[in-house]
Nanobody, 122 residues
Framework: QVQLVESGGGLVQAGGSLRLSCAASGRTFSSYAMGWFRQAPGKEREFVAVISWRGGSTYYADSVKGRFTISRDNAKNTVYLQMNSLKPEDTAVYYC???????????????WGQGTQVTVSS
């Protein structure tokens, strides 16, 4: 079992930066690939980024590539999402999720956090 708690969301102006954190409980955090997803108002939840269990592989949605960076610290049971050059269209609730395999399909993820709101003003 893995429990996930996101933090770090907030209100930021366009062009600004935020770093989201996702703290995991459980002794098997390092066995899971960790993903970030987001859901904007009136839209379906979508994939943002994923990192493999050791951090050696990362994948990003085209919409955030070059602006967002996913990383993890297995000693701290935490995964991060550094978001730079934020745009109003990045406004969404951001969720972290855990899965045994690296992937972008949210239906494959076993564990989810409660989400953290990110609002980017123009």
């Amino acid at each position: 079992q893995v429990q996930l708690v996101e933090s770090g969301g907030g209100l930021v102006q366009a062009g600004g930066s935020l770093r989201l954190s996702c703290a995991a409980s459980g002794r098997t955090f390092s066995s899971y690939a960790m993903g970030w997803f987001r859901q904007a108002p009136g839209k379906e939840r979508e994939f943002v980024a994923v990192i493999s269990w050791r951090g050696g592989s990362t994948y990003y949605a085209d919409s955030v590539k070059g602006r967002f960076t996913i990383s993890r610290d297995n000693a701290k049971n935490t995964v991060y999402l550094q978001m730079n050059s934020l745009k109003p269209e990045d406004t969404a609730v951001y969720y972290c999720a855990a899965d045994e395999r690296v992937g972008a399909r949210q239906d494959e993820y076993d564990y989810w956090g409660q989400g953290t709101q990110v609002t980017v003003s123009s």
